[in-house]
């Protein structure tokens, strides 16, 4: 059974730095491409940042320039640094692997 689980999450100020966290967990031989999501209240879940297998990366427009994307030492872990936080990146975020959700971790941009 594959779990992904993220961590990180909370509430920050306008122009603030959070960092996401998710861990896998079950039988996985290899690195597998990994990405981040998000859903805003009323919204649709939208893509925010991808990472391949082989460090290939792509993110959103509205967080290129402000977010990072970065694989852990552990295998299919994935770190999300979001830094200058806006109000509207305020949505809980998921990370994926393949087929897997996480439970999601709320971030909250507020003052």
């Known amino acids: 059974q594959v779990q992904l689980v993220e961590s990180g999450g909370g509430l920050v100020q306008p122009g603030g730095s959070l960092r996401l966290s998710c861990a896998t967990s079950?039988?996985?031989?290899?690195?597998?491409?990994m990405g981040w999501y998000r859903q805003a209240p009323g919204k649709a879940r939208e893509f925010v940042a991808f990472?391949?297998?082989?460090?290939?990366?792509n993110y959103a427009d509205s967080v290129r320039g402000r977010f990072t994307i970065s694989r852990g030492n552990a295998k299919n872990t994935v770190h999300l640094q979001m830094n200058s936080l806006k109000v509207e990146d305020t949505a809980v975020y998921y990370c994926?692997?393949?087929?897997?959700w996480g439970q999601g971790t709320q971030v909250t941009v507020s003052s």
């Open positions: 994926n692997m393949a087929a897997y």
């Open positions: 079950g039988n996985i031989s290899r690195d597998l491409d």
């Open positions: 990472i391949s297998s082989g460090g290939i990366i």
